[in-house]
Protein backbone atom coordinates (compact mmCIF):
# COMPACT_ATOMS: atom_id res chain seq x y z
CA UNK A 1 0.00 0.00 0.00
CA UNK A 2 1.42 3.77 -0.84
CA UNK A 3 2.23 5.71 2.02
CA UNK A 4 0.01 8.72 1.96
CA UNK A 5 1.70 10.76 4.78
CA UNK A 6 2.85 14.52 4.32
CA UNK A 7 4.18 17.07 6.02
CA UNK A 8 3.84 20.68 5.26
CA UNK A 9 6.94 22.47 4.29
CA UNK A 10 6.62 24.94 6.93
CA UNK A 11 6.28 22.89 9.75
CA UNK A 12 10.02 21.87 9.43
CA UNK A 13 13.04 23.78 11.24
CA UNK A 14 13.99 27.25 9.86
CA UNK A 15 17.24 26.60 8.59
CA UNK A 16 15.95 23.75 6.77
CA UNK A 17 13.62 25.29 4.54
CA UNK A 18 15.13 28.03 3.84
CA UNK A 19 17.65 25.85 2.17
CA UNK A 20 14.95 24.32 -0.07
CA UNK A 21 13.08 27.38 -0.55
CA UNK A 22 16.06 28.55 -2.39
CA UNK A 23 16.37 25.63 -4.62
CA UNK A 24 12.77 25.67 -5.01
CA UNK A 25 13.10 29.45 -6.36
CA UNK A 26 15.43 28.68 -9.03
CA UNK A 27 12.51 26.37 -10.32
CA UNK A 28 9.91 28.93 -9.59
CA UNK A 29 11.18 32.30 -10.35
CA UNK A 30 8.17 33.57 -8.61
CA UNK A 31 7.69 31.92 -5.69
CA UNK A 32 7.60 33.49 -2.25
CA UNK A 33 8.58 32.02 1.06
CA UNK A 34 5.12 32.28 1.99
CA UNK A 35 3.42 30.26 -0.49
CA UNK A 36 6.37 27.60 -0.48
CA UNK A 37 6.01 26.84 3.41
CA UNK A 38 2.20 26.08 3.01
CA UNK A 39 3.09 23.47 0.40
CA UNK A 40 2.75 19.43 1.42
CA UNK A 41 4.82 17.38 0.44
CA UNK A 42 5.06 13.48 0.46
CA UNK A 43 6.38 11.37 2.66
CA UNK A 44 9.39 8.61 1.34
CA UNK A 45 11.52 6.15 2.72
CA UNK A 46 14.97 5.87 1.56
CA UNK A 47 16.98 2.33 1.25
CA UNK A 48 19.42 3.20 3.12
CA UNK A 49 20.72 -0.32 3.22
CA UNK A 50 21.82 0.38 -0.76
CA UNK A 51 23.80 3.71 -0.35
CA UNK A 52 27.12 2.97 -1.17
CA UNK A 53 29.88 4.34 1.06
CA UNK A 54 31.55 5.80 -0.96
CA UNK A 55 28.56 8.69 -1.14
CA UNK A 56 28.53 9.25 1.98
CA UNK A 57 30.38 11.61 4.00
CA UNK A 58 33.49 10.74 5.74
CA UNK A 59 35.96 12.29 8.33
CA UNK A 60 32.71 13.06 10.87
CA UNK A 61 33.51 13.69 14.17
CA UNK A 62 31.74 10.91 16.89
CA UNK A 63 30.32 14.77 18.26
CA UNK A 64 28.88 15.85 14.70
CA UNK A 65 27.33 12.11 14.15
CA UNK A 66 25.80 12.25 17.81
CA UNK A 67 24.77 15.89 16.90
CA UNK A 68 23.09 14.12 13.94
CA UNK A 69 21.91 11.17 16.05
CA UNK A 70 19.81 13.64 17.71
CA UNK A 71 18.68 15.45 14.47
CA UNK A 72 17.04 12.31 13.33
CA UNK A 73 14.68 12.10 16.53
CA UNK A 74 13.56 15.36 16.03
CA UNK A 75 10.15 16.09 13.35
CA UNK A 76 11.67 19.26 12.07
CA UNK A 77 14.83 18.43 11.01
CA UNK A 78 14.86 14.20 10.86
CA UNK A 79 13.53 14.33 7.23
CA UNK A 80 16.29 14.37 4.29
CA UNK A 81 15.12 16.22 0.94
CA UNK A 82 14.51 13.75 -2.51
CA UNK A 83 13.87 15.01 -5.88
CA UNK A 84 12.87 12.78 -8.80
CA UNK A 85 14.90 10.29 -6.87
CA UNK A 86 17.83 12.09 -6.20
CA UNK A 87 19.07 13.90 -2.18
CA UNK A 88 18.67 17.73 -2.46
CA UNK A 89 19.41 17.93 0.70
CA UNK A 90 20.47 15.86 3.88
CA UNK A 91 23.86 14.25 3.58
CA UNK A 92 24.41 14.24 7.06
CA UNK A 93 21.67 12.50 7.80
CA UNK A 94 22.10 9.75 5.43
CA UNK A 95 25.52 9.49 6.76
CA UNK A 96 24.51 8.96 10.38
CA UNK A 97 21.56 6.67 9.52
CA UNK A 98 23.52 4.43 7.07
CA UNK A 99 26.65 4.22 10.05
CA UNK A 100 24.39 3.03 12.78
CA UNK A 101 22.61 0.79 11.15
CA UNK A 102 19.56 2.29 9.87
CA UNK A 103 18.11 -0.01 6.85
CA UNK A 104 15.35 3.00 5.40
CA UNK A 105 14.55 5.98 6.29
CA UNK A 106 12.00 8.49 6.22
CA UNK A 107 12.39 11.35 4.05
CA UNK A 108 10.30 14.03 2.11
CA UNK A 109 9.98 14.12 -1.92
CA UNK A 110 10.08 17.62 -3.08
CA UNK A 111 9.86 16.03 -7.01
CA UNK A 112 7.00 18.66 -7.52
CA UNK A 113 9.41 21.72 -6.79
CA UNK A 114 12.32 21.31 -6.95
CA UNK A 115 15.11 20.31 -9.78
CA UNK A 116 17.36 18.29 -8.00
CA UNK A 117 19.82 19.21 -10.83
CA UNK A 118 20.37 22.63 -8.75
CA UNK A 119 21.43 20.69 -5.66
CA UNK A 120 24.92 20.28 -5.21
CA UNK A 121 24.59 16.36 -4.37
CA UNK A 122 24.85 13.80 -7.01
CA UNK A 123 23.29 10.95 -5.11
CA UNK A 124 20.70 8.88 -6.84
CA UNK A 125 18.67 7.25 -4.30
CA UNK A 126 16.26 3.79 -3.92
CA UNK A 127 13.08 4.87 -2.72
CA UNK A 128 10.90 2.22 -1.33
Keep these: MKNTK???VGTLHRNIREELFKLHVLEFPRATEVSFYKKFVSVV????????????LVGMSADEETRYL????????RYPAVSR???VDG???LTVAKRNGLLELD???FSRFIDPRK?????KLRLN
Design 85 to 87: GML
Design 6 to 8: KVM
Design 91 to 93: LHR
Design 70 to 77: EVLGVRAT
Design 45 to 56: RIDVAKLREKSL
Design 119 to 123: SRYRI
Design 107 to 109: ALD
